[in-house]
């Protein structure tokens, strides 16, 4: 809307922003949060008020938000290494006192109020857990990763395979050599824990992981502009323009 674009150019933008500097809060959808190389600011989309600022003395280079927190990384280019930092909601206490990774973090993602997933540039895959500061090795080699909250359930693209798993129990865990998995975009969790959608260019694939020969995978989207409603249980996709 003309009175979106006028809060995102006062925030400081020249240009529009992409989807990696502005996210919409997942408690109130009348909220954006803008995200700078050294600040993070917090708007109200009805009033275009700015209701909090956060800044940084290092370069933001990943951030997520959550109901409770805002949390997100700086990068300090001499020690090539990642600081984590946090906002508490509702006390407005920031923490900086978080582990330290070496390389630069591309994707940070919750999977509940406690566990944090955390990506390096280096393929490494992490999970911190907050409630004891301690941070541990998942996966090497990813490209990329999906969570599925709901079931506890990881899927990391990797840069030759894919791999599902529990992060509750050993027993549940696949590995998945994708057709062309060099181009594949994404990835997305279907509500039940058990099949994937899978992004390419130019289409969207359904996986079932129980499916281990893969003849049960199958095209739902002739196009690669989809989202998945978790709760609504629907594929949305837009095709010769229409959704």
Do not use: C
Not at 94 to 99: E, L, V
Not at 177 to 205: C, E, K
């Amino acid at each position: 809307s003309i009175a979106v674009t006028a809060l995102i150019r006062s925030a400081g933008f020249p240009i529009l922003p992409t989807e990696k500097d502005i996210l919409i809060d997942p408690s109130n959808s009348d909220t954006l949060i803008f995200i700078q190389r050294f600040s993070i600011e917090i708007h109200n989309a009805k009033t275009s008020e700015r209701t909090l600022a956060i800044n940084s003395t290092s370069s933001i280079i990943a951030l997520t938000i959550s109901r409770d927190s805002i949390t997100w990384t700086t990068f300090d280019q001499k020690k090539n290494a990642s600081t984590f930092n946090s906002y508490d909601r509702s006390s407005g206490i920031r923490h900086n006192d978080s582990p330290v990774l070496p390389g630069k973090t591309i994707k940070l993602a919750w999977i509940d109020n406690d566990r944090l997933g955390i990506l390096q540039n280096d393929g490494e895959l992490f999970v911190y857990k907050r409630n004891d500061n301690s941070v541990s090795h998942l996966a090497s080699d990813v490209r990329d990763f999906a969570w599925d909250a709901e079931n506890k359930m990881l899927a990391a693209l990797e840069n030759r395979s894919m791999e599902a798993f529990s992060l509750e129990d050993q027993k549940l865990y696949w590995r998945f050599n994708l057709q062309d998995i060099a181009s594949v975009r994404s990835l997305a969790w279907y509500r039940d824990g058990r099949h994937l959608f899978i992004t390419y260019p130019d289409h969207v694939m359904f996986l079932d992981l129980q499916d281990l020969a893969g003849e049960n995978i199958s095209t739902v989207a002739e196009t690669p502009k989809s989202a998945y409603d978790y709760d609504q249980n629907r594929l949305y996709y837009l095709q010769d323009g229409q959704l």
